[in-house]
């Protein structure tokens, strides 16, 4: 049986929002929310690598200064600078309510991800199972695990929840549970082909995935950009979000036998590896985080991914491969940008969007589009009948549609494609203490 996790938060509110605005297709027009005419560069092969520097020519998915190189930014009267001591080679800020980009560098750029390649993973299959399901773990299952691979510590021959799955997937960064959980979902390959499925449909068209855990492989990049639309897919579902804000949690460990010969199973306690969520000796907790994801890499170097909310706003900020080798690098330039982000929102005029999934986009262009959704990919493997909204084929969401639970008001996806905006849903209260002033 597997232990029951002890969190170091209380889980969100179950709560009516506080308010909604329903937005119909047409103003969601006027608003252009729906994919703007955008050129993608083309797919990488197996055998390509990230260059040294940014093309020339990159993706203008979200906007055409979106694939320029350098920093695009709209700096004017009221508008705060950037931070000067900036070192990363990409870099996203954006308001993960209106998807506007708020500033970028070389957002396009085709680089290695690292573990920031497990918001794919569990966007795409963490609403496939039940997190009461346990699985019993065999030889097979971490066969192949790469050498050097963070672990979180699963014994073959020991039984996990699926639960107990995610909470090493997100908090240790687990190769390990990643890999049972691939084995599960019909094997490594079958897993990889539907993040990609996924990452199509998010239309994250610099991502391309050759392992499900971020381990350096050849071909397997991702972008700053595709990255933020990675972790504003996957913060619509409530597991999502519970596990990525989560600090510390009880882990199942060895059954052993004790000295009077009984069978015992105790845990240990997991930590979570993001260092703006746990804190570090030069690194604070910062106000208002509530995840999403870290990786490091011989190949990536440091990468994150975070969501923050403060005074009612949320942004998204993504940080790939600081040259600065300094200790928390990534982390201490990922906050800089969260402080700067909330300083110019609502001053700065954006150079560009997060668009939204493809099915989204078609079915908010087809008139009579549904224009009522409800909260759901709670991962409790129980779907609705009607399609999710960014749900590939192979593996999406679940439900007829899905909330950002991120407080402050955030973009809902409706069951037809249309969204709503404005809504407000709460993140767990860990978020709502930490951001407090």
Not at 285 to 305: E, P, S
């Amino acid at each position: 049986m597997g232990t029951a996790c002890t969190f170091s938060l209380v889980p969100a509110p179950k709560k009516t929002a506080r308010r909604s605005l329903l937005v119909t297709s047409a103003v969601l027009s006027s608003l252009a929310l729906t994919a703007p005419v955008s050129h993608a560069a083309p797919k990488p092969s197996p055998s390509t690598s990230p260059s040294a520097t940014p093309p020339a020519n990159m993706s203008t998915v979200g906007g055409e200064r979106l694939g320029q190189p350098g920093t695009q930014v709209n700096l004017a009267s009221g508008v705060p600078v950037l931070p000067k001591d900036l070192t990363a080679r990409s870099w996203v800020v954006a308001d993960a309510e209106s998807g506007e980009v708020l500033a970028a560098h070389n957002a396009h750029w085709r680089l290695a991800p690292a573990s920031t390649m497990k918001m794919l993973f569990a966007d795409t299959v963490l609403p496939k199972f039940p997190k009461t399901m346990e699985h019993k773990v065999v030889p097979s299952d971490l066969a192949d695990v790469g050498s050097g691979s963070s672990m979180v510590g699963i014994k073959e021959g020991e039984t996990y929840s699926v639960h107990d799955l995610w909470l090493g997937v997100f908090l240790r960064s687990g190769n390990d549970a990643v890999h049972v959980l691939s084995k599960m979902n019909k094997g490594i390959k079958n897993t990889v082909k539907e993040m990609n499925e996924h990452a199509e449909e998010l239309q994250a068209l610099d991502t391309h995935a050759m392992s499900p855990d971020g381990y350096d492989e050849p071909g397997q990049v991702s972008s700053a950009y595709d990255l933020t639309l990675i972790a504003r897919s996957g913060l619509q579902k409530k597991d999502f979000r519970e596990y990525c804000s989560t600090v510390t949690a009880k882990f199942p460990g060895e059954t052993k036998k004790n000295k009077k010969g009984k069978s015992v199973r105790e845990t240990f306690e997991i930590q979570n590896t993001n260092r703006l969520l746990a804190g570090d000796s030069d690194v604070p907790v910062y106000q208002g985080i509530a995840g999403v994801k870290n990786g490091n890499t011989t190949n990536a170097g440091a990468t994150f991914t975070g969501v923050a909310e403060r005074g009612g706003k949320v942004l998204l900020v993504t940080v790939m491969n600081p040259e600065k080798s300094e200790h928390n690098e990534v982390y201490k330039e990922t906050a800089r940008l969260f402080d700067w982000g909330f300083k110019a929102a609502g001053k700065v005029q954006p150079v560009g969007e997060l668009v939204p999934p493809k099915s989204a986009a078609q079915a908010s262009a087809q008139p009579g589009a549904n224009d009522s959704g409800e909260a759901g990919g709670t991962g409790d493997g129980q779907g609705s009948s009607k399609p999710a909204v960014g749900a590939s084929a192979a593996g999406g969401s679940t439900g007829i549609g899905v909330a950002i639970g991120i407080a402050g008001g955030v973009l809902v996806l409706l069951a037809a494609g249309a969204f709503l905006i404005n809504r407000r849903w709460p993140l767990p209260d860990l978020v709502r203490r930490r951001g407090r002033s």
